[in-house]
């Protein structure tokens, strides 16, 4: 079992800035392939962006390239989402997960193993 818990979520202002972080006690996170995924109530669970475990390849979807950013600190055993110029639409919890598979960034949500508890990013003026 890998057991994941985020932290960072609350409250921004449209075009401000904030700042993800994902962890785990007992398990390195730089044994897994990672990512943060998010979710709207009602809606399905989709992949942010995402990072093999070799840290070879990434992945960002579309509508948060060149504004989101991904990184590993394997000292400290986290792995975090800085999330800039945000957007009313980018308001949903997101969830930090982790995989096994030793290829690739993943895409698809349905294809990580573990996932931590989620925590709300609320954009709001």
């Known amino acids: 079992q890998v057991h994941l818990v985020e932290s960072g979520g609350g409250f921004v202002r449209p075009g401000g800035s904030m700042r993800l972080s994902c962890t785990a006690s007992?398990?390195?996170?730089?044994?897994?392939?990672m990512g943060w995924s998010r979710q709207v109530p009602g809606q399905e669970r989709n992949v942010v962006s995402s990072?093999?475990?070799?840290?070879?390849?990434?992945h960002y979807a579309d509508d948060v390239k060149g504004r989101f950013t991904i990184s590993r600190d394997k000292a400290k055993n986290m792995f975090y989402l800085q999330m800039n110029n945000l957007k009313y639409e980018d308001t949903a919890i997101y969830y930090c997960?982790?995989?096994?598979?030793?290829?690739?960034?993943?895409?698809?949500?349905?294809?990580?193993?573990?996932w931590g508890q989620g925590t709300q990013v609320t954009v709001s003026s």
């Open positions: 990072i093999s475990q070799s840290g070879l390849s990434t």
């Open positions: 007992d398990v390195a996170l730089d044994d897994y392939g």
């Open positions: 997960a982790a995989s096994s598979d030793k290829f690739g960034a993943i895409t698809a949500a349905r294809l990580y193993d573990y």
